[in-house]
């Protein structure tokens, strides 16, 4: 059974699935990595999940206020052996859900050319391409996406 769970960032499992992450994204991001990694840091972001499989953590992200109105997804991950089940997607409706409690109404992101998966998933649960935000914009390996939450 899958269960989410609101955390902390000093959350020992979200800080070990967090840590595979960025040995993923170092692989897929290659030589843009340290461009990509940069924005990535855990002390501007205040809300995050972990998802566990019975008692074991295999997923996690987080959302960081843009603005007002505005979160950011980030740090979405989910175990090799559990992806393609849902569990990301499970994950992601958690977010929202949790933005609209806190009165936000939209989300936005940003993922690299390389993470296929995650923009079919981005795209499947309702998530349109935007023009390139803030810092990647001028980052031709970015994509960015929008969704209203309400």
Known sequence: MLKIIKTKKSNKDLNALIKELDQYLKKMDGEDHEFYNQ?????????FVVAYKDKTPIGCG?????DN???EIKRMYVENE???KGVAKEIL???????????FTKGILETGNRQKEAIQLYEKTGYQ???????YTQMENSNCFEKHLR
């Open 129 to 135: 391409k935007i023009p390139n935000y803030g810092q």
């Open 69 to 71: 109105k505005t979160v």
């Open 93 to 103: 409706l958690f977010l929202e859900n949790w933005a609209q409690q806190e009165n």
């Open 62 to 66: 987080a959302f960081r206020k843009i």
């Open 39 to 47: 924005f990535n840091h855990l002390d501007c972001i205040h809300h």
């Open 82 to 84: 559990f992806r393609r």
